[in-house]
Every structure is written in C-alpha cells, then in structure tokens.
T-cell receptor, first 113, second 110 residues
Framework: SAVISQKPSRDICQRGTSLTIQCQVDSQVTMMFWYRQQPGQSLTLIATANQGSEATYESGFVIDKFPISRPNLTFSTLTVSNMSPEDSSIYLC??????????FGPGTRLTVT | SQQGEEDPQALSIQEGENATMNCSYK?????LQWYRQNSGRGLVHLILIRSNEREKHSGRLRVTLDTSKKSSSLLITASRAADTASYFCATLQGAQKLVFGQGTRLTINP
C-alpha cells in the first residue's frame, strides 16, 4: 500500500484568503485524486490529477476555485482559493495502486471563519 | 455524484456481537471497496472485491457482492470497541472514478 502524507493537517483561515494543501506519496503513481468531505458527509471527488497534463475536474468544481498542480509522480498540491465558510471541510489526497486499491492521506481539516 | 446508498445510516451494538452493513449502487462497476474512518480522520482501506467475485474475507471482515442486485455487505464479526467508526463503500465507475456511499456510523458499546 502507498504511504501518503498531507500538509497542513489542519488550518483555520479567514474568508477571502487561499490555502495550498500539499500531498506527498512514497512511491511514483500515475493518478492522484483530490476529495472533499464536508462536515458529517461522505466524500466527493474534486478532480483527478495526472502528471504532465491538466487536472480533470468533476461537475461543480472549477479550476479557478481549486487549482491543482502535479509537478511529478510523487507530489501534488490543491489550492482552495477565495475561501468562504462553505469551504470548511476535510480535503483528502488519494492514489490508486496497480491492483486498483485506492489509498487516502490523513486529510487536511480546513475551517474558514 | 454519490450513487452508493448505505444501510443502516447508524448502527449501535454490544461488544462481541456481529455488525452487518449494506451498500447498494446503481451502475455497473469494476470493483467495490470498503473503508473505515475514525472520527473525521483519513480513510483506511479495508477490502476490495472485484465484480467477478462473490465473497471475500480478511481477518474478522467478510464482504459479499451481488452484482445482479447491485449490492454488497460488510460483516464484522466479534466486534470490538476499536471498531467504532464510520464505514464507507465505494464503487469504481469506469476506469477512473471512485464514488462513495453515504456511510454507516457504527458504535460498539462495551
């Protein structure tokens, strides 16, 4: 299984500001995914990030709000831009193994005041 | 969009009893995966069952898959207090997208 770390683990931010979340994997992976989990809810896919190409966003998520970088096969960042209280969620990075198991990082708990 | 429906939404049992959670989905799948989440932390991968498999075991976990009914179940035997968590099923749609159910909150009472 892959070992995934995320920074920061949690943050409290002012509305209107932006936060960049980092995701580091201990092995090279082709596909990385970013999910959001709103309070008391399940996980929703934000976007799929493949190295060397632009991220693919799910319906309801746009690049201007959630820009993603994928500079290499072990690292990705997700930025939450111009934050509002509705962006308060846990953001999780995820990767898929060759056997199709999908593993998740510990998450970044974001609170927007 | 979320397509999985989990049943029940919440389950409370006594330590030592078995816990059964169910998951239904709507579209064809390549595989179905079960996860555990403790208190809003990251997800722990429990087990993956492929669409051509009917049952799979891992320790105290038993997963079944019925593709004709588009449903799966997760059985945890001899439950422990440490099993208290939220459990999610997720289905792989097509080649890329893993879609999650709403989850079952399991509470094990000592």
């Amino acid at each position: 299984s892959a070992v995934i770390s995320q920074k920061p683990s949690r943050d409290i931010c002012q509305r209107g500001t932006s936060l960049t979340i980092q995701c580091q994997v201990d092995s090279q992976v082709t596909m990385m995914f970013w999910y959001r989990q709103q309070p008391g809810q399940s996980l929703t896919l934000i976007a799929t990030a493949n190295q060397g190409s632009e991220a693919t966003y799910e319906s309801g998520f746009v690049i201007d709000k959630f820009p993603i970088s994928r500079p290499n096969l072990t690292f990705s960042t997700l930025t939450v831009s111009n934050m509002s209280p509705e962006d308060s969620s846990i953001y999780l990075c995820s990767v898929r193994s060759g056997g199709h198991e999908q593993y998740f990082g510990p998450g970044t708990r974001l609170t927007v005041t | 969009s979320q397509q999985g429906e989990e049943d029940p939404q919440a389950l409370s049992i006594q330590e030592g009893e078995n816990a059964t959670m169910n998951c239904s989905y709507k579209t064809s799948i390549n595989n179905l995966q079960w996860y555990r989440q403790n208190s809003g932390r990251g997800l722990v991968h429990l087990i993956l069952i492929r669409s051509n498999e009917r049952e799979k075991h891992s320790g105290r976990l038993r997963v079944t898959l019925d593709t004709s009914k588009k449903s799966s179940s997760l059985l945890i035997t001899a439950s422990r207090a440490a099993d208290t968590a939220s459990y999610f099923c997720a289905t792989l749609q097509g080649a890329q997208k893993l879609v999650f159910g709403q989850g079952t909150r399991l509470t094990i009472n000592p």
